[in-house]
């Protein structure tokens, strides 16, 4: 129950982080979503005046999800001189899944103007496949594939609980290739 008011402040307890803050981590780079719509050139450019040098967008989810916004939202960035990857929030538990959700990925790249030097993310942190496969050799399979398309630079992106519990080994992936989300409560610029 509640106010929309009250039931939307508890929604987003994670606290919030002024970009004119200096007691926090870099703020280098952005993530976006469809969730936040059309970003203008003037948008782009007002991130870049407090230290956002890049940005990772979301363009896909298992094979049948295209972020609608991702076209303007690739072109305005490069047009703000911002450096652009891509993350496709992945939902596969086997090899094959894998391969054929990296090649929607690499499509839907392709089709807003992304090109084979972009920062391809495996976004892999869907709760609904824990334990259904082997999630670090259909991570593998994901990177080869991409690879094999054109795209050298491949990363993945999850929960430091997924390394820890061992549903994604790190070595395996190698230490360079994985990127762990960290949401830290007590904000300092010593969380890098």
Do not use: C
Not at 43 to 61: A, Q, R, S
Not at 73 to 89: D, E, G, I, P, W
Not at 110 to 129: A, F, H, K, W
Not at 159 to 179: A, C, D, R
């Amino acid at each position: 129950g509640g106010s929309l008011q009250s039931r939307a402040r508890m929604a987003y307890s994670v606290p919030t982080i002024s970009v004119t803050n200096n007691n926090t981590p870099t703020k280098s780079f952005v993530d976006i979503s469809s969730h936040n719509g059309f970003i203008s050139v003037n948008d782009f450019l007002n991130m870049k005046k407090y230290g956002v040098t890049g940005v990772v967008i979301k363009l896909t989810e298992y094979t049948t999800y295209k972020n609608e916004y991702a076209a303007s939202q690739v072109k305005n960035a490069k047009a703000a001189a911002l450096k652009v990857s891509a993350y496709h929030y992945s939902w596969f538990a086997t090899d094959s899944e894998a391969r054929l959700e990296a090649d929607y990925f690499a499509k839907a790249a392709l089709s807003v103007g992304l090109d084979y030097s972009t920062v391809m993310v495996n976004d892999i942190e869907e709760p609904q496949i824990l334990g259904k496969g082997n999630l670090t050799s259909s991570s593998i399979a994901f990177q080869n594939r991409l690879n094999q398309l054109g795209f050298k630079t491949v990363q993945h992106y999850s929960s430091l609980s997924w390394f820890t519990s061992g549903y994604l080994n790190q070595q395996t992936l190698g230490q360079k290739k994985i990127w762990v989300a960290a949401y830290p409560y007590t904000i300092s610029n010593t969380n890098n």
